[in-house]
T-cell receptor, first 117, second 114 residues
Framework: DGGITQSPKYLFRKEGQNVTLSCEQN?????MYWYRQDPGQGLRLIYY???????QKGDIAEGYSVSREKKESFPLTVTSAQKNPTAFYLC????????????????FGSGTQLSVL | AQKITQTQPGMFVQEKEAVTLDCTYDTSDQSYGLFWYKQPSSGEMIFLIY??????QNATEGRYSLNFQKARKSANLVISASQLGDSAMYFCAMSIAAGNKLTFGGGTRVLVKP
């Protein structure tokens, strides 16, 4: 079945440590996104990518880094510069250029819960 | 910059009744899309319904319908015949640019009572 796989489901970070969240999709989507969700709140965009080897900062990119070496993969690294990393992280993908904007709806993975030890 | 506001942090609804979730948006763009997503306790985001800014008819998808009032900049979600499985967080979102970056509201938690 096609979909988006995020791993791990739970991740713990020690102070000063970088951690990487994995996101893989087999939907053949061009665009991929990373969102952060804090408890009881909406989603905020961290980074997005519309094509391999290119990505743009979202609203809260500080303390995070990404890469897009393959169309299927868009890993997110939470660096030690991110002082408040505890959150639920959601990866998403979409097509670009559908017949309507609705065709470009986002498909989401099941998320990674990151906590600080 | 665009903004999405959901003013209802939480609400109860009786099983089999309808419920309306409010969403207002702010953008100066003429072309935009409005989306509703459902987030169960498991965490994944499930797409429910879409409304384009130029669509003349309100969108419907099964038990979900969208009450789109462009002049008032509102896009309320109506869930008819609520079921226990409808208990979840519901998010309204908007896109204005190509590539479909979504801006999300803060969400409304719905709890369906038997």
């Amino acid at each position: 079945d096609g979909g988006i796989t995020q791993s791990p489901k739970y991740l713990f970070r020690k102070e000063g440590q970088n951690v990487t969240l994995s996101c893989e999709q087999n939907l053949n989507h061009d665009a991929m996104y990373w969102y952060r969700q804090d408890p009881g709140q909406g989603l905020r965009l961290i980074y997005y990518s519309q094509i391999v080897n290119d990505f743009q900062k979202g609203d809260i990119a500080e303390g995070y880094s990404v890469s897009r070496e393959k169309k299927e993969s868009f890993p997110l690294t939470v660096t030690s510069a991110q002082k408040n990393p505890t959150a639920f992280y959601l990866c998403a993908s979409s097509i670009i250029g559908g017949d309507t904007r609705g065709d470009e709806k986002l498909f989401f993975g099941s998320g990674t819960q990151l906590s600080v030890l | 910059a665009q903004k999405i506001t959901q003013t209802q942090p939480g609400m109860f609804v009786q099983e089999k009744e309808a419920v309306t979730l409010d969403c207002t948006y702010d953008t100066s763009d003429q072309s935009y899309g409005l989306f509703w997503y459902k987030q169960p306790s498991s965490g994944e985001m499930i797409f429910l319904i879409y409304q384009g800014s130029y669509d003349e008819q309100n969108a419907t998808e099964g038990r979900y319908s969208l009450n789109f009032q462009k002049a008032r900049k509102s896009a309320n979600l109506v869930i008819s015949a609520s079921q226990l499985g409808d208990s979840a967080m519901y998010f309204c979102a908007m896109s204005i640019a190509a590539g479909n970056k979504l801006t999300f509201g803060g969400g409304t938690r719905v709890l369906v009572k038997p």
